[in-house]
């Protein structure tokens, strides 16, 4: 049997529910994180800068950590929809409270955010992977979308939100943030709890998918590790354009272009994996091999810049993002179709520190790389040969290794599909 497989199986509607939900829901979030510092600091508040930036930091901090606290609540107490439900209200209102021109106002506002925004986002990231418990080989697909959805909120919230805050006033982007809250709650009212019997749950808690996920992590661990240490190149060059001006591009348009270039190849790749089936270590194969190609491409490119440059950038920025869309939604991805759907949500609230000890890692060697970003082009294109050349020996050596028995054997990270 070849690796590809076509799909007969298909995505359902509580799919495109749950993301129109998540959409809104971050369209409003990033759209707050967007104005929040300028209007500390340029409001009525009248912040000072290092304050404003130390407040900001402690929200987002405190925003994945009070994950842990409520995927505790959606799984072990009052389950995963509600958490999501009554996440959504607290973010709703912590957005109109923002809307009070005072401290107050505003400890109060962030307060309420990160509490909602704990039940909220791992409670719906775990929702929708059980959504696949049935459909494994559409999972990843699924996660794609998920997160297409997720690029797609945050870029038009992010503009919509900064444009009310430039055009009107921050009460109006802190309206508008709330009213998206409250209306991505829409969508989940069409939705039933996924519920998956104890029996089921037992079965898939074994040594074997713990190991799984935890050789998976220390993977994508990995991987970060090299992609945030190479981003100081891609960074560097992608500001030399930005300061020469090359072909008259101005500097928002380069954001612009540098955010909305993930959204055609997520939705590329959500639809090639839906009706055509590969293994996660396949996927994970495409984002070494990609994101080692687009650094390569960097190093093309002389220190003295010009336009005809400009196209080997944009290229490397094309593997680029195809890179992240496939390591991306993977990590969740792995977490819904190895661990005990009954933790699902705690999880995914936890799996955020071990990738981000690799990221503090990688920000410690960056901080001796910045002026030197050509090796760190190269310690990027090292690191992803290194991942690549493990995933293709471990997919050569697992496919050689007899089988025991006629039936088929469902998918393991190590073996990926036979």
Known sequence: RTMTETIKQSHSKDTFLYCISRMFERAAYYGIRAILVLYLIEGSIKMERSEALELYAIFTFAFLLSGILGAIIGDLLIGNKLSIIIGLLLQTLGAFSLCFTSINGVYLGLSLITLGGGLYSPNIISNFGKLYFHKLKLLDAGYIIFYLAVNLGSFFGVLLIGYLFDRFSSSAGFICSGILMFVSIIPLLFLKEKRISNSIATKRKTNQRVFTIAVAFLFIGFFWLFFNTSYIGYHHIEIEFRVN??????????????????????????????????????????????????????????????????????????????????????????????????????????????????????????????????????????????????????????????????????????????
């Open 245 to 418: 001006n090359t072909l008259g591009i101005s500097p928002s348009l380069w954001s612009t272009i540098d955010s909305i270039s993930y959204l055609p190849i997520a939705l590329f790749a959500a639809i090639l994996w839906t009706y055509f089936y590969q293994s996660q270590v396949f996927k994970l194969l495409i984002a070494c091999i990609s994101g080692g190609i687009s650094f390569a491409f960097l190093l093309l490119i002389p220190e003295t810049q010009g336009k005809e440059h400009l196209a080997l950038f944009f290229i490397s920025m094309i593997f680029l993002r195809i890179s992240e869309v496939h390591i991306a939604p993977l990590a969740h991805s792995i977490l819904a179709k190895y661990a005990n759907p009954k933790y699902l949500a705690i999880l995914i609230s936890l799996a955020f520190f071990p990738i981000q000890i690799f990221y503090l890692i990688s920000t410690f060697f960056n901080g001796h790389l910045y002026s030197v970003p050509t090796l760190s082009l190269l310690i990027g294109i090292s690191g992803m040969i290194i991942l690549s050349i493990v995933l293709i020996w471990n997919k050569l050596i697992y496919n050689k290794l007899p089988t025991t028995t006629n039936k088929p054997k469902r998918q393991t990270f190590i073996r990926g599909s036979r």
